[in-house]
């Protein structure tokens, strides 16, 4: 399984990796008996298209078979995948089509059992020990923002996660806010405003998570809910996390979902509803 505390997604060793390793096995270099690789050399005739990394944001164990069966059913392919475990919670995943391939990698956030399914996609050679799989795309939305700030949205966006898009607003979703699209690493945790300082004043905004997986109220991280923090029992004033997941709609009469960026077509506070109540309902 990758280690969590890691920043890279990049899976070759380092010089200082490899001489920690041989120390660690004691070894010189007279003991190494190396294959030399040559790049327009073929060593497999396996297709490495379309091929993932997997892990599921959680520490604790979980049914394998539940899992696969559970993400085939989510992701409704048009083609086979063909799933590997390499170890505990760790496997990778190989699409037929690109239809597939896009619709897993561009979909998401996916989910299972309320817990961010985290993938990196894989070449087939990198020691998969070496990729850290910390981050998942998600859609985020920056509220009650003038349109004059317009040209500050990247920059806001950049501050709650590694910024990959933006969606000017629409006519087909109510609510007044814009939707950026952005990478979340697990190991931080979630914002719920974006500042502003304007003329030595400061302004903040609400930030909601379109299909956010489960997250603590109380310290903001994702893979347990405040129930789960510490005995699980806190007073409302400490719940500062709270409500951050998006609530939003198609408005009426509109097309929903076209050229959305693959958005929910749903009233997310209903699909994504919380299983019980919260102490602020």
């Known amino acids: 399984m990758p280690a969590k505390d890691g920043s890279s997604s990049s899976g070759t060793a380092s010089k200082d990796d490899i001489e920690a390793m041989m120390r660690e096995l004691g070894l010189k270099e007279d003991d190494l008996d190396?294959?030399?690789f040559?790049?327009?050399q073929p060593t497999t005739e396996v297709d490495?298209?379309?091929?993932m990394l997997v892990r599921v944001n959680t520490d604790r164990e979980f049914s394998n078979y539940w899992f696969f069966k559970?993400?085939?059913a989510a992701w409704d392919l048009a083609q086979e995948v063909k799933i590997r475990t390499l170890g505990d919670n760790l496997f990778t995943m190989k699409f037929s089509c690109l239809g597939d391939w896009d619709k897993v990698t561009q979909g998401g956030p996916w989910t299972f059992r309320g817990n961010a399914v985290l993938f990196a996609e894989?070449?087939?050679f990198t020691k998969p020990s070496t990729i850290k799989l910390n981050q998942f795309d998600i859609w985020v939305q920056i509220h009650d923002l003038p349109d004059g700030y317009k040209g500050m949205v990247k920059a806001m966006a950049s501050k709650i996660g590694e910024f990959i898009s933006m969606e000017p607003p629409s006519v087909d979703f109510a609510g007044n806010f814009f939707r950026v699209r952005?990478?979340?690493d697990v190991r931080k945790p979630l914002k719920n405003v974006a500042s502003i300082v304007r003329g030595g004043k400061r302004e903040l905004f609400l930030v909601k998570y379109e299909r956010l997986p489960d997250w603590c109220a109380v310290c903001g991280m994702?893979?347990?809910t405040y129930t789960e923090h510490g005995d699980g029992v806190h007073p409302p004033a400490s719940l500062v996390f709270k409500n951050l997941r998006a609530e939003w709609a198609i408005r009426q009469g509109s097309r929903s979902g076209r050229g959305r960026g693959r958005g929910p077509r749903y009233r997310s506070g209903k699909a994504d509803s919380w299983e019980g109540s919260w102490p602020w309902e």
Request: aromatic share 10%; glycine share 10%; net charge negative.
């Open 38 to 40: 040559e790049e327009e």
């Open 48 to 51: 490495n298209r379309w091929m």
């Open 182 to 184: 952005v990478k979340l």
């Open 70 to 72: 559970n993400m085939r």
């Open 122 to 124: 894989y070449d087939g």
């Open 222 to 224: 994702l893979g347990h």
């Open 34 to 36: 190396d294959v030399v």
